[in-house]
């Protein structure tokens, strides 16, 4: 089972500042196949990024995915309030999915 | 639109049963596989288990295997999970997911908030 290590656990910022999530995985996976959600509080998550760098749809350009092989990155760009959430990166493989354990972004 | 629109909140006593639903609406249910994912007061995700409705191939995490049953009925586009006998740690929010291309979750149900106490 591929095991997902997300850092830093929670990430302050201010507006318009740039946000660097980190997400590791212990082995290396297919990046088809790694994904990012973000959930606000008392909201259902919702899909950013899948196959590492594509954006979902309605998703703003200030979100981008990157990395390969067990270290992949989300960034936000131009921080808004509105960014305030939990975010998630999701691997799939083997008919199993594991999430990551969540890095918490507040906007200061 | 694609929509899911999970059941009400429950309450039940440990040792009860219970099942849950989840109904998809404006694309091909029988399609694309319904996922659920549990979420314990205050922590992460935890995805349970996958079923592709169209021919019920089903697949579960090793650490709900045997905790829960995952079904649809494709007659109703419906997605289920159930409990034979509830434990008070089965207290969580449940979601269920649309997996689209490249399986991942792309539609999110508003979650079924499941309360467990004597």
């Known amino acids: 089972e591929t095991v997902l290590t997300q850092s830093p656990g929670t990430l302050s910022l201010s507006p318009g500042e740039r946000a660097t999530l980190s997400c590791r995985a212990s082995?290396?996976?297919?990046?088809?196949?790694l994904a990012w959600y973000q959930q606000k509080p008392g909201q259902a998550p919702r899909l950013l990024i899948f196959?590492?760098?594509s954006r979902a749809t309605g998703i703003p350009d200030r979100f981008s995915g990157s990395g390969s092989g067990t270290d992949f990155t989300l960034s936000i760009s131009r921080l808004e309030p509105e960014d305030s959430a939990v975010y998630y990166c999701q691997h799939y493989g083997s008919s199993q999915y594991t999430f990551g354990q969540g890095t918490k972004l507040e906007i200061k | 639109e694609v929509q899911l629109v999970q059941s009400g909140a429950e309450v039940k006593k440990p040792g009860e049963s219970l099942k849950i639903s989840c109904k998809g609406s404006?694309?091909?249910?029988?399609?694309?596989?319904i996922g659920w994912v549990r979420q314990m007061p205050g922590k992460g995700l935890e995805w349970m288990g996958i079923i592709y409705p169209g021919d019920s191939d089903t697949r579960y995490s090793p650490s709900f295997q045997g905790q829960v049953t995952i079904s649809a009925d494709k007659s109703i586009s419906t997605a289920y999970l159930q409990w034979s006998s509830l434990k008070a740690s089965d207290t969580a929010m449940y979601y269920c997911?649309?997996?689209?291309?490249?399986?991942?979750?792309?539609?999110w149900g508003q979650g079924t908030l499941v309360t467990v106490s004597s």
């Open positions: 404006g694309y091909s249910f029988t399609s694309y596989w």
């Open positions: 997911a649309r997996h689209g291309g490249q399986l991942v979750a792309d539609y």
């Open positions: 082995q290396n996976v297919n990046t088809n196949f």
């Open positions: 196959g590492a760098f």
